[in-house]
């Protein structure tokens, strides 16, 4: 047997659909070659030799997801949370993303944001930068030493952004291309993203040369849609001819069919839109905090999983102050009620389960076969002491996890492990 096949013995819990969470007291977990085999009562026979990791009395879970998050606005994260989008990229996103263009600032900045993401609960990642091809490579080779699953994008904006962080369209189009050529086949963990900020910030020109790249490449895409009234009555009017947001990027072949699409937010996606990111199997990264951070609103993650979207949680750091999916998990339950009582009372509030399985599965299922322990899903795991704060009575496994998921903040897991291979 290799280093990436060995048994964990703890208290395990896993999704294996939106609404079941599987639980298991001291049980073992079987990875062999990477991939969960599956949790039994003891180690089967012929897996006997296998190295045992014992963590007894800490709970075992599949590691979360962030499907949206911004590198390179990881250092002020807490500021400006009383601005609403637009005011808030203009006066805090975009002038710290200016400074990533030195090289020396990118490396301490990223340093910082690679050892926090390193030690967090997350095990994989799809990650902004900034439109410096030369610090997102920085940034990538950071990753890479984190052993996280990452993908990373060089962002691409030509228009209607400061004169001090804009993009000539072929320069950013040709920094893209030079960029995803010499780090394509560079990285074990790390790959590259197509990421178009938004329609906004990106004319059809380069849209079209970015779909140029992607198609060349095979690779997904990442961007933002839906966020806030303000954003979309600038999309309505740069876009006159499309339908509604999602259909400016359809526009282009980047929304999804042949081009794995993560799309941040949708908070105000109508039936048209939605219908199309089910068409087109476009993945939402809910953002809740950020969303309610930012001023922007409420999804309505309810209906993303009543229509069975393809779903999961972003940090969306610094929109939001953390880059803990478990804050994200607590939020979107939070907020759901929120909407639920004071907006639309249709929309039931979220389950624990609901957004456990957003966290794990839900965001897991854009990088294959993961987020759940069942067989043949790549085992990624990370492994939690809840014991404190004190609990005078029995708790089940699932109440534990759920305790743990609102006052997580602080509290890193003792262990992490990443497609088999332990990371810590």
């Not at 301490?108 to 439109?131: G, H, P």
């Not at 456990?356 to 002491?385: H, M, P, Q």
Request: aromatic share 12%.
């Amino acid at each position: 047997m290799n280093s990436k096949s060995f048994a964990i013995k703890g208290d395990i819990c896993y999704s294996i659909s939106k609404t079941e969470l599987l639980t298991y007291e001291n049980r073992y977990l079987i990875c062999i070659d990477g991939l969960s085999v599956g949790v039994f009562e003891s180690v089967p026979e012929k897996y006997s030799t296998l190295e045992v990791f014992d963590y007894s009395g800490k709970l075992v879970i599949p590691g979360l997801i962030d499907l949206h998050i911004h590198a390179a606005q990881f250092s002020f994260r807490g500021l400006g949370m009383d601005n609403e989008l637009m005011e808030w990229l203009n006066s805090y996103a975009f002038p710290e993303e200016s400074r990533f263009s030195d090289i020396e600032y990118a490396k301490a900045a990223y340093t910082q944001f690679a050892e926090v993401m390193k030690y967090s609960a997350t095990t994989r990642a799809c990650i902004f930068a900034s439109v410096h091809a030369p610090a997102t490579e920085i940034l990538m080779d950071l990753m890479e030493k984190t052993g996280l699953q990452t993908f990373v994008g060089k962002v691409n904006m030509d228009r209607n952004c400061p004169d001090y962080i804009v993009e000539d369209t072929d320069k950013s189009a040709a920094d893209t291309q030079d960029w995803v050529a010499s780090c394509i086949n560079r990285y074990k963990n790390t790959k590259p993203i197509i990421t178009p900020r938004f329609i906004p910030t990106c004319t059809d020109r380069l849209m079209q040369r970015l779909r140029g790249i992607q198609e060349k490449y095979g690779l997904p895409l990442q961007s933002h849609i839906s966020e806030s009234p303000a954003e979309i009555e600038f999309v309505e009017r740069l876009c006159p001819n499309a339908e509604f947001y999602g259909d400016a990027y359809d526009s282009f072949k980047l929304f999804g069919n042949d081009v794995p699409t993560i799309m941040a937010h949708c908070v105000y996606s109508g039936e048209k839109e939605l219908a199309r990111i089910k068409q087109n199997g476009v993945f939402i990264a809910h953002c809740p905090q950020s969303n309610a951070n930012l001023a922007s609103g409420i999804a309505p993650v309810r209906s993303f999983l009543d229509m069975d979207l393809r779903c999961g949680l972003g940090s969306d750091v610094a929109g939001c102050t953390t880059e803990s999916i478990f804050r994200a998990m607590s939020d979107a339950i939070q907020m759901s009620k929120i909407r639920w009582r004071l907006y639309d009372n249709k929309l039931k509030p979220l389950k624990f389960e609901e957004a456990f399985y957003l966290g794990t599965r839900g965001g897991g299922d854009f990088f294959g076969k993961v987020g759940s322990f069942e067989t043949g899903y790549e085992l990624d795991a990370i492994i939690i002491n809840d014991e404190p704060p004190k609990h005078y009575g029995k708790m089940t496994l699932k109440d534990r996890l759920e305790r743990f998921a609102h006052l997580s903040i602080g509290r890193e897991p003792t262990h992490k492990f990443v497609s088999g291979t332990q990371i810590f």
